[in-house]
């Protein structure tokens, strides 16, 4: 790890509860103790990223190879100067997305090469990996019922539809199996409260 601080981040498909979950985890850590604890959020947590964020989930028509690495601009910014900079002091950092959601969004729901994808994230990231993914894993029918309970419109990303969102699921529970200790998939389904027991169960071993 870096310094004695600790990453840990959410995934999964849009709808799939991760940002509330996120929140109410820092809301936890925040309240059992003195120790610093940053919430960030990909893209964005920064000026520029904020800016790179409304252009990929609100602009127009982008290509994917350019949208892969407009990602990724924004995750350099933002751990150049965000996240390993807090690390190095010992905080806890709790991401919502990583790389892997690059690695699923664009390129198992785009096609873009996956090799591409995560080589050009070791570099965004200074080859430094979360200490713990929980990825909340919910049937894409159920995650884009929630989207639309929400009255809100679909942003670009959401607006590709069921098939798209099922070959972003299969790529998350693909990276899972391939690396069981680095990503927990814990049911989406579940109550609020029961989700958070599983990530608070998952947590044990990186945060106490």
Known sequence: MSGDGVLVAFEGIDGCGKSTQGAALVERLRASGPREVLAV????GTAF?????????HGGAIDPLTETLLYM?????????????ALARGAIVVLDRTHWSTAAYQGGGLGVDEALILATARAATRDREPDRILLLDVPVEAALGRLGATGAGPDRIEARGAAYFERVRAAYLRYARAAPGRFAVLDGTASEAEVARAVDEALRVVVG
């Open 49 to 57: 990223g904020e800016r790179v964020r409304e252009m990929l989930l």
């Open 73 to 85: 601009a924004s995750r350099a910014e933002l751990y150049a100067g965000c996240v390993l900079p």
């Open 41 to 44: 959020r990909e893209p964005g």
